[in-house]
Each structure stands twice: as structure tokens, then as C-alpha cells.
């Protein structure tokens, strides 16, 4: 009786899954045929048609070819500021994820303790040891230290396509002082930033670093997106008037775009707002807002670069957002699929190459 019933699962499972790749072919894998639509209706479904980004389209128009003539870097240089003793998971998922999507470099400022370990997760990452926290230095070096942290940035910061400030960063007081240096540098230089984890901890707490700087993307989870709305509100989340509320937070920082995560993400400069509810996971495991801060970097330096061509008129900030938070939900989607209660950050990992890969076959 059991062997009866697992048989009818498995082969109800075995139809799930043929009449979901027969839907998602749509009888070609090219890449202009290549048809979406299941996941695109459950997206409207999810959240209603009039907020909703057609991910897909944005996606398909704004992953880079790969061409023979292309030298490394083209496809983007990531940088993720974040790393200490008690977070080294984090960063690293946020940098490996940009180099999964297909950025060509991908690098880590962390500090000193840190720095080993995420350089054991993987070879792949270039990983920088500079930062101190307030217990491994004397009130005297504070200032050197200070000035040599960002001396050594300094001599990376332009060559990066954007930065990823904060995933697994700690708060500590001095650490945090140095990563503001960081930033305002970056913002001299026009890095645009995903601020993530404690680096919105780092930001709530002084605006000024990104107020006014539209190559800021905010990448709030629940908590922090209560903490920015309470500072720069000046109120309590409303969620009957979510997206005015929104468009209000990212416009009462001067025009930066504000990702809030959740069931679905909702996405805006402060103009206008969009939101995507593609079919995710229902595993809240830790890490998938790492994945997400790296997959929003790689994408909205490519979208930079198609607005730079003049190939694509909206704000790319915007795009890059809605991107990131695509691949990711279909990534988490697939592992759940396989992995259903014990999926982890790594498993969806493993999945973004097969989902940018059903979008943009190559
Ligand atoms: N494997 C890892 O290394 C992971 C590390 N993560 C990192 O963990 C850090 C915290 O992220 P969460 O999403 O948990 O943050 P949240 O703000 O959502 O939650 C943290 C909780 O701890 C409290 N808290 C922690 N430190 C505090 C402090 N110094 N002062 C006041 N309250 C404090 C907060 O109020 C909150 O209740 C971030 O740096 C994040 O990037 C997460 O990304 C998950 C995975
Ligand atoms: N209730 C939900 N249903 C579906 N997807 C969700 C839900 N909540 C969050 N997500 C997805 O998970 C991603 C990460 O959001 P989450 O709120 O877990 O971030 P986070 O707390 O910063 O994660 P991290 O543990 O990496 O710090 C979001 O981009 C969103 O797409
Ligand atoms: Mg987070």
C-alpha cells in the first residue's frame, strides 16, 4: 500500500515536472523564443498585474553576451565590503553568487580574522585583509590603521563596477567609521553600492553617506526596512499604503533606490515602484539576501553598461534591482524543488547558473 502510494507521487511528480518543462520550452530554447510564462503568470497572480516588472524581458535584455573578443573584466568587477570574526558566511556568499551570474572578478574586503577562512570557502575570490575591529588594536593605532585602510582601497576603488557594503560586516564603532571612509570614496568615484546587512545598520544611522546619491541601492530585509522607515519617516511601516510609503523612504533619501525584501520584493528610486513576485522558496534560511546584494551588483553594472550604449532608457539602478531579485527567487525556486526543508544558501547557489541559463541560453 505504502510502495502504491510512493508510486503515485513519483509519478505525479514526474508529470509536474514534464508539464513545467513543456510549458517553460514553449517548443524552442532560443533565446527570443524562449517562453517564461508560467513563472511570469505566477508573478502577476501573486501581487497584482500593475506594480509587477516583466523580470524576464529584463533580464533577457540586459545579460551580456559572450563574445570571443571580450578581455576579463568586461563582465564586471564586484567588490564586497563585509566580513568579520563572527559573519564570514555572508560575504562570501554575496561574491561567489556575482561570479555564479557571470561576473569576471570578484574581490572581498574583510578583516584580518576573517580573511583565511572566506579564502578557504572558495579560490576563486581575491580577498583583501584591511579591516580592524575595536578588540585586536590599541586606542593610539586607531588613526594609522584608519589611514591605511583606505589608502588601500583607494588603489582599487575605480576599477570596480560596483560595491556590495555590508554582508556579514559587524557593527563594530571603529570598523564602521573606516567603512564610511570607504564609501565616501567610493561616492567621489561614482562606484555605485548595494548597501546590505550592516552596512544599512552603518547608513541608518548616518544618511548623509548615501543620501542624494542615486548609484545607492538600499537592500532592506524586515528589520532594517522598520529601522530606515522609522528614522527617515519618522513613522511605523504601514503596509496598507506600502508602496506611497515606499516611494516617500526612497525619495526622503534623496532619490537612492530601496529594495525591500519580502514575501515579494518591492522596488524603488523615490518615481516610481515595481515589484517582483516570481515563485521563490518557501525556506527562510539565512543568506539569501547575500545572494541577493551580489546578483543586484553584477546586474546593475550590466544594466549601466546597456544604458551607456543608450540601449535601455530606464533608471538601470532600477533594472539591476529587479534582476537580482528574479534570478534569485527562480534560483531558490529550483533548489527548493530539489531540496525541499533542507535547502541552504549553497544549494541555491548551485542553482543560478541553470536559471540564467534558461533565460539566456548559451
Ligand atoms: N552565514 C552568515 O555569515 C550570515 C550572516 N548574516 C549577517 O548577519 C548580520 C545581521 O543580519 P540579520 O539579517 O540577522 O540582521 P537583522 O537586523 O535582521 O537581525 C539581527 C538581530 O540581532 C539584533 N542585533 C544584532 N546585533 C546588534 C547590535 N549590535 N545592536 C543591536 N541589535 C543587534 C537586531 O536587533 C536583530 O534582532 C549581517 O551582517 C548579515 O549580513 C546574514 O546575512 C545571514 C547569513
Ligand atoms: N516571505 C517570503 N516569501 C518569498 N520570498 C521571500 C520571503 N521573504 C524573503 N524572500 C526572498 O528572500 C530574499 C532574501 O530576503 P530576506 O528577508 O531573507 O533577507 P535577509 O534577512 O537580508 O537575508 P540574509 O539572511 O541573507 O541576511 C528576498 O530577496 C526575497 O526575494
Ligand atoms: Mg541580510
Known sequence: MEKDNLKLAYSAAVNRRQLFLIRCLGGS????????????????????????????????????GLESTKHKGQAGKIAVVGGCREYTGAPYFSAISALKIGAD????????????????????????PILEESYSIRDEEKSSIAAKVIAEVEKWMERFDCLVVGPGLGRDPFLLDCVSNIMKHARECNVPMVIDGDGLFLVTNSL???????LAVLTPNVNEYKRLVQKVLNSEVNDQNGTDQLLSLAKGIGGVTVLRKGKSDFISDG????????????????????????????????????AAKGERSMNPTILGCVAGSALLRRAASLAF???????????????????????CPV
Not at 572578478?105 to 583583501?128: G, N, R
Not at 548623509?208 to 542615486?214: K, N, T, W
Not at 530539489?338 to 541553470?354: A, V
Open 105 to 128: 572578478l570578484s574581490h572581498v574586503f574583510c578583516t584580518k580574522d576573517a580573511a583565511p577562512v572566506i579564502k578557504s570557502y572558495s579560490p576563486e575570490l581575491i580577498v583583501h
Open 208 to 214: 548623509d553617506l548615501v543620501s542624494g546619491y542615486p
Open 29 to 64: 530554447a532560443g533565446k527570443k523564443n524562449f517562453n517564461f510564462q508560467s513563472i511570469r503568470m505566477q508573478s502577476v497572480m501573486s501581487s497584482g498585474p500593475s506594480l509587477e516588472a516583466d523580470a524576464v524581458s529584463i533580464l533577457r535584455s540586459i545579460i551580456p
Open 337 to 359: 524543488e530539489s531540496k525541499k526543508r533542507s535547502t541552504l544558501t549553497g544549494d541555491i547557489i548551485e542553482y543560478l547558473g541553470r536559471s540564467i541559463q534558461e533565460i
Open 271 to 306: 518615481k516610481t515602484a515595481c515589484a517582483v513576485s516570481i515563485y521563490g522558496s518557501p525556506r527562510r534560511c539565512g543568506g539569501q539576501g547575500d545572494i541577493l546584494s551580489g546578483s543586484v551588483a553584477v546586474f546593475l553594472s550590466w544594466a549601466r553598461q546597456c
